[in-house]
Structures are given as structure tokens and as C-alpha cells.
């Protein structure tokens, strides 16, 4: 059964990949990645209903969760935790659950992925509602413990959306919008972190980072509302109120400590005064 799932075909063209130099290893991967960037540019009509329905609960008082195990567990958590200090959200507002939990993030936790009460229970724990989203993301669309996240998604009346690389795979069925991938076989048979794994990645970034500004969290295509929380970042914020006013890098420097460090608030109060 596991050898009817595409993301677990042997890739021909590399069953000699032992026997290759590094040069023609290097290659091959890299020509199989290429092939990623093609499989979601072909379901970018899926993408943008998952962006709509997103956009529709971050812009009420609902929240999103991703889930997910290894790989597709650590894609998610990456991007909910990118969210925070690029666009100024609380954190609360996109959360991630992992198989295994916090620990997964850096090791594999044998048995996570097939585990079907762990993640109902913690999203059960966190209050999952009817004004909520779940982004349920498995490179098979087999993996139990995603499916039984979207099982309680679905009974607790929140909406259900699914990334995975398989579409004739149970999480397709059960989700509302699925955004299948089609990258098939990888390098090295099954090793899904790869190309699928990039097209996971692709699609999480694409999508949030549409949500964002589709809810305003930038302006023109500046981070109006990052959160400088180091020297790299407390710089390109005096850069974006230098560059969007008529301050000077000292005086859009004194604007943010006004402020905090919000660029939000500093751009505000340079609308609310009519100045610039």
C-alpha cells in the first residue's frame, strides 16, 4: 500500500545516485527541485482560496493552526513563528502544532506521526472553534495525526485546509481546500524532506505572506509593522519611516522610541498630526 503513494516512487533517473561524483549528485538534486518551484506554480488557483479563507478568519477574531509531523511539522512551525516579528501579529493568532511537540522541532520522536489523540487533545486544549482554521500539512496525506487534527477540525466547525504532495490520499478527502503538489518520486526514494518539503515550504510562505498584506500588515511592499527586535531590524525600521516620510534617519529614529519601536504607530501619528 505505502508503494501506491507518489511520494514514495523510486525516481529512475538517480537509482545510480551511489555511484555519481559530488558534481553529478549536486546536479540531479538541484534539477529535481526545479521541478518543485513547477508543481506549485500549478496550484496557485487553490492557494488563493486558502488565502481567502485566512485572510477571513486572522481578519475576524479567529486563529490559524498548522499541523503536522517531521518534516511538514517543522515547515509550519517555521513559518507561524516567522510571523510574529515580520508583521507585527500576536503569536497567538498562528500556531503551530507538531507531532512529538516542542522536542520534535529538533529530533525525530519515534511514533508521533501516529499518534491520532495528541493533536486533537492539544487543539481541543487550545480552544478550537468555529472562527478557526486549520492548515493541515503531510507530504503523503496519510500521516494519522494530521488526519485526526482535521477530523476534530471538522467537528469542531473550523474550516479545514490541507497541503500535501498525494491527491489520492485521505487528507485530500477530508479537507475543504487541498493544495496537492504534485512532485512525485524524490532523489532518494521517500526521503520526502526534500523537494516536497520545499513545495510545502513554498506554498506556507505564499500563503501567509498573501494573508499579510491582503490584511494590511505592509505597505507598498515594506514591513510597516515588524517588530525590531534586534540592531539589524531596529535599522530597517528607521529606514522604512525614513523612506515613507520627510524624516531624517535621526529624527525617524526619535519617532520610533517615541513609539516604542513600532513603525505602525510612529507612521500613525504622523497621519493622525496631517504631517510627514
Known amino acids: 500500500m505505502e508503494r501506491n503513494r507518489s ?13 555519481r561524483t559530488a558534481a553529478e549528485i549536486l546536479a540531479a538534486i538541484h534539477a529535481e527541485d526545479a521541478k518543485a518551484v513547477s508543481a506549485v506554480g500549478e496550484v496557485l488557483p487553490q492557494i488563493e482560496k486558502a488565502v481567502d479563507v485566512l485572510a477571513c478568519t486572522l481578519g475576524g477574531s479567529g486563529r490559524w493552526f498548522n499541523v503536522g509531523a517531521g518534516t511538514s511539522g517543522r515547515m509550519g512551525a517555521l513559518d507561524a513563528a516567522e510571523l510574529p516579528p515580520t508583521f507585527g501579529i500576536e503569536p497567538s493568532r498562528v500556531q503551530a502544532i507538531v507531532a512529538g511537540g516542542a ?3 529538533s529530533r525525530a520522536v519515534e511514533g508521533a506521526e501516529d ?4 493533536g486533537p487533545c492539544e487543539l481541543r486544549r487550545r480552544g478550537l472553534g468555529a472562527g478557526d482554521a486549520v492548515v493541515a500539512i503531510s507530504a503523503s496525506g496519510h500521516t494519522p495525526f494530521v488526519l485526526s487534527c482535521l477530523e476534530e477540525a471538522h467537528g469542531a466547525g473550523a474550516r479545514r485546509i490541507a497541503i500535501t504532495c498525494n491527491p489520492d490520499s485521505p487528507l485530500v478527502e477530508a479537507a475543504e481546500i487541498a493544495i496537492v503538489t504534485r512532485t512525485n518520486g524524490e532523489v532518494i526514494a521517500g526521503s520526502t524532506r526534500m523537494k516536497a518539503g520545499l513545495a510545502q515550504k513554498m506554498v506556507l510562505h505564499l500563503i501567509s505572506t498573501t494573508v499579510m498584506v491582503r490584511l494590511g500588515y505592509v505597505k507598498g511592499n515594506l514591513m510597516t509593522h515588524l517588530v ?3 540592531q539589524k531590524l531596529r535599522e530597517r525600521a528607521v529606514g522604512i519611516v525614513e ?3 520627510e524624516l ?7 519617532l520610533l522610541d ?11 501619528s504622523l497621519e493622525k498630526t496631517g504631517t510627514q
Open 103 to 105: 522536542r520534535a522541532l
Open 115 to 118: 499518534d491520532v489523540y495528541a
Open 248 to 254: 531624517d534617519a535621526e529624527q525617524a529614529a526619535r
Open 243 to 245: 523612506s515613507t516620510t
Open 258 to 268: 517615541k513609539h516604542g519601536g513600532s513603525v505602525a504607530a510612529a507612521l500613525a
Open 7 to 19: 511520494t514514495e516512487a523510486v525516481l529512475d533517473a538517480t537509482r545510480d545516485l551511489d555511484r
Open 228 to 230: 525590531p527586535s534586534s
